[in-house]
Every structure is written in structure tokens, then in C-alpha cells.
């Protein structure tokens, strides 16, 4: 029991690791699978140990280190490459080297003597009696100072009434994330994308010269966005971290005025994003970690491998099998496409709002302008190198992007010509804009059959609804003076 205790421990300390500082950003269920998902790994681990030991205390030895090891391995490549001295160390050499010191273990435990791998245990009973006192000591503190949870609200309530339109069409909504606006794509790819903005104005767009974003990420975007508001930071600042990002996330579920307003008036909502929105099937709820169950199991090596690693095996068919971040966001988009086409096609009692939010153009580039698909471990290092290559596979990224959303239209024309269309992306392209004032600089195109637009030619992203429902809905309200957050 002695030796189990430290195994526990370290489970302990794990859990009790992430629910510091998030317990009001943590959905109930979160924690028990999370349990779930360690012990797993521990199962797993013991089972590696007892082949490779039979001796009981060099195998409760190397299944503490292993363990050890696989659960913490994702957080510990992330705080070493923070720091100044590894700060260029790769994730393929890192794990090499932790292999590496395993195997020595491994070997030095297997000459070394009972009385050693006894006195290795003390100290690593040690090292765990520390640290879970130190995790019970924070959790202590935050229960007895009532942390203040974060809540990334808006600060100017629309003030809606009700609908007072003819009728209710359908509203098809599609962000094409991290498409950079037309100004300065030709500022900093040199491509001029003139030839798809004169066939949305031909198809009935309404296509402003210089529309913008507030916010240079896609998690204070969409909030705002489906909120028709800016954000209150309450005195912070707009750097990401992993609470403002499982903040910004949950709020779309909790304050969501849009949906709310179309739900109000019997509209169907269907929404199609990596983000939990109202009425979302999960097209694509565990690609990008926005909740702290995926924070929590990016720490481990698992989840690490997935991530991230296990990117740089050279075959897209083995990367699909095993299910890297690359596999999925291929498979994403296409799931995205088939339910835009899929939504427009459904003929319904209701009216609907559809939602689609398509991770094409943003990067890694996986696709050629006629659809074709490219290898995923040479995307990556694309990605990271950035330079003229890059730029290149963008330009082709922004043609597949202009050819989805001509699908699209084509469809709409068909089966749905009364519908309102809005084309929109959440910010500039940030691998070559970021820190400049082009970042904000988007896509935005509008099309309401039967109405004219007479709005600002430098509309805001978080005017989109409001300018929708004063046309639809007959409502009135007031265009926002919104800023640039960097």
C-alpha cells in the first residue's frame, strides 16, 4: 500500500494541478474524465513496467518514472522550451533525449540493488508528499479568497424588439478563418483577389472597401461577433492564455444574444464549428483545445503526440489512422462543406440560421487551389518556415477558399435565392501580419434580396447581425464605434 500510495499521488496531484485556477471554467464532467483518462494511462504503463521488470521494486520503481513522465510530458516540453536556454529545443529532440535518460534508468535500475530502488521510492514519496501539499495549500487559498471567475462579457447590451419584418428568411452565415481582407492580401502577398470580389458584387453582394475585425483571434471574434458587442476584459489585456481562451468559448454557449434572438422568433439553429455554439453537432468539438479537459490532456504524452509530434510521419494515410491534429482539420473542413451544401438543400418548417465556420484559408495549408490534398508533414514545416513557400501555398489556399464559397452561392441560388447570405473571416492572416494593422482587415460580403445597402464602407465585424436585423427584422439598432484590440 506503501508503494501504491505514491502512484495515487501523483494522480492526485495531476487532477488537482488543472482544477487550480479553473474550477469556474470547468464543466462538471470534465474532472471524472479526466480520472478516467489517467488511470488508463496507468493501467497502460504498469503493463509496460511488468514486462520490462519482474522484480517488484525495480518495476514499482520504473512504473513511477514512466508514469511520471507520460502524464507530466506535454506540460514539461512546454515549460523548458519557455525558457530562454531551450527556447529553440524541438519536440522530436526532447523526446529523443527523454527516451534516452529512461532507458539509463532502466538499466541502472536493473544492476542496481534492492536497498537503491528502495531509498529512489523514498524520494520520489517525498518529491509527491510536497507537491500535492503544495496543490491542497492553492486550492485552500482560492476557496477562501473567492477568485473572481472570469467572464468575458459585453459592455453595450443591444436593445432588440420584436421582429418587425415582412417575412423570415433563411440566414446562411459562412467565416472562412483567418482570411485576410482584400487590402492586405495585396500588401503582403502581393495577390490581388479583384476577380472574386467583382463576382460577389455581381452575384448581389454588398462588398465594403475596408471592413475589420476588433480582435486579432477567432475566440474574442466569434464572441463578439454573436453578441452584436465588443468585450470587457475587465482591465486586461487581449493576450491569449488558457483562461481567456475556455472563457471566451463557454460564453458563446452562455451569452449568445444572436441565437438567442433567432430562437425567439422559431428560427432552427444550425451551427457547424470547432467552437460549442447552440445547436452545434460537434462537427469538430475536440480539434483545437478550447475546454480544460483538452488543456489538461495536452499535458500528457498521449495527447502531446497527437498534437503535435506525431505530424512528422511521412504518410497522410497513417496520420488519418491515428488521428493528428492535421488528419482531423482535413477531415473538418470537408464536414463543414457537406453540411453548408447539406443545410442550404433541407427544405424546412422553419426558418433557419446556419452557421458554417471553415478553418480554410487559415494554415497549415493542406489543400492546392483545385482541391487536391498535400502532405501533412510537409504543410508543417512549411508552416514554420514561413518565407516565399509559404506565401505561395497561401495565394492557392485563397483560391480553394473563393472556390468553396462559390459553391455555396451556386447552391443558394438554386434552392434558396431568398436567403440572406453573409460571408465574413474573423482576422488577417497572423503569420504575416501580426503585430501590424492589416492583421484586422477581413473578408466581408453581404448579400439581403430586395434590400439595399447604405451602411459604412468600413463596417466592423461586430456590426454583421446588427446590420442583418435592422434590414430583416426591422429593428433599429446603432451601429458600434469598435476598436482595434491587439
Known amino acids: 500500500m506503501r508503494k501504491s500510495w505514491l502512484v495515487i499521488a501523483l494522480l492526485v496531484f495531476f487532477v488537482l494541478n488543472g482544477l487550480n485556477g479553473y474550477t469556474d471554467l470547468i464543466r462538471f464532467q470534465e474532472p471524472f474524465i479526466l480520472i478516467a483518462y489517467v488511470l488508463v494511462i496507468a493501467v497502460v504503463v504498469y503493463l509496460i513496467s511488468w514486462m520490462i521488470f519482474r522484480r517488484e521494486n525495480g518495476r514499482k520503481t520504473l512504473f513511477s518514472i514512466l508514469l511520471l513522465l507520460v502524464v507530466l510530458f506535454g506540460k514539461s516540453a512546454f515549460i523548458l522550451v519557455k525558457t530562454y536556454l531551450f527556447s529553440e529545443l524541438k519536440a522530436s529532440v526532447f523526446l529523443s533525449v527523454t527516451l534516452l535518460l529512461v532507458v539509463l534508468a532502466g538499466w541502472w535500475m536493473n544492476k542496481g540493488s534492492n536497498e537503491a530502488l528502495e531509498k529512489l521510492l523514498r524520494y520520489f514519496s517525498l518529491l509527491f508528499i510536497v507537491l500535492v501539499s503544495y496543490e491542497v495549500v492553492v486550492w485552500t487559498m482560492g476557496v477562501v479568497t473567492h477568485r473572481a471567475p472570469i467572464n468575458i462579457i459585453s459592455f453595450h447590451q443591444p436593445a432588440t424588439h420584436a421582429w418587425n419584418g415582412n417575412s423570415k428568411p433563411n440566414v446562411y452565415v459562412w467565416l472562412l478563418d483567418e482570411y485576410q481582407g482584400n487590402n492586405g492580401l495585396k500588401e503582403l502577398t502581393g495577390f490581388s483577389n479583384d476577380h472574386h470580389i467583382q463576382y460577389l458584387k455581381d452575384q448581389g453582394f454588398w462588398v465594403p472597401e475596408a471592413p475589420y475585425s476588433s480582435y486579432w483571434a477567432t475566440v474574442y471574434s466569434l464572441p463578439s461577433l454573436f453578441n452584436m458587442d465588443t468585450l470587457d476584459f475587465r482591465g486586461g489585456n487581449t493576450s491569449l492564455d488558457e483562461r481567456k481562451t475556455i472563457s471566451a468559448s463557454m460564453g458563446l454557449q452562455k451569452h449568445n444574444t444572436v441565437v ?17 455554439l447552440p445547436g ?5 468539438e475536440t480539434l483545437i483545445p478550447f475546454k480544460w479537459l483538452h488543456f489538461q490532456t495536452m499535458k500528457t504524452l498521449p495527447g502531446w503526440l497527437q498534437l503535435d509530434l506525431l505530424m512528422v510521419i511521412p504518410s497522410n494515410r497513417f496520420q488519418s489512422l491515428i488521428g493528428t491534429y492535421y488528419a482531423r482539420l482535413a477531415k473538418y473542413n470537408e464536414l463543414v462543406r ?16 446556419s452557421f458554417c465556420h471553415f478553418l480554410i484559408p487559415h494554415p497549415p495549408i493542406l489543400k492546392d487551389s483545385l482541391g487536391h490534398e498535400l502532405d501533412y508533414k510537409s504543410a508543417m514545416y512549411q508552416l514554420n518556415k514561413g518565407g516565399v513557400e509559404f506565401r505561395n501555398a497561401y495565394i492557392q489556399y485563397i483560391a480553394l477558399a473563393n472556390q468553396l464559397i462559390r459553391e455555396g452561392i451556386e447552391e443558394v441560388n438554386r434552392k434558396d435565392p431568398e436567403a440572406v447570405v453573409l460571408i465574413v473571416s474573423d482576422h488577417g492572416l497572423r503569420t504575416l501580419a501580426m503585430g501590424t494593422e492589416r492583421l484586422f482587415n477581413i473578408q466581408w460580403a453581404l448579400r439581403i434580396p430586395g434590400q439595399p445597402m447604405n451602411e459604412s464602407q468600413n463596417p466592423a465585424l461586430v456590426n454583421s447581425f446588427r446590420i442583418i436585423l435592422n434590414h430583416i427584422a426591422g429593428q433599429e439598432l446603432p451601429m458600434i464605434e469598435a476598436g482595434k484590440h491587439y
Not at 452545434?280 to 469538430?284: C, E, I, L, R, W
Not at 457537406?338 to 440560421?353: F, N, R, V
Open 260 to 276: 438567442s434572438y433567432f430562437q425567439a422568433n422559431n428560427y432552427e439553429i444550425l451551427t457547424h464549428s470547432i467552437f460549442d
Open 338 to 353: 457537406k453540411a453548408m451544401l447539406k443545410d442550404i438543400q433541407t427544405t424546412s418548417a422553419k426558418p433557419k440560421l
Open 280 to 284: 452545434n453537432p460537434h462537427t469538430g
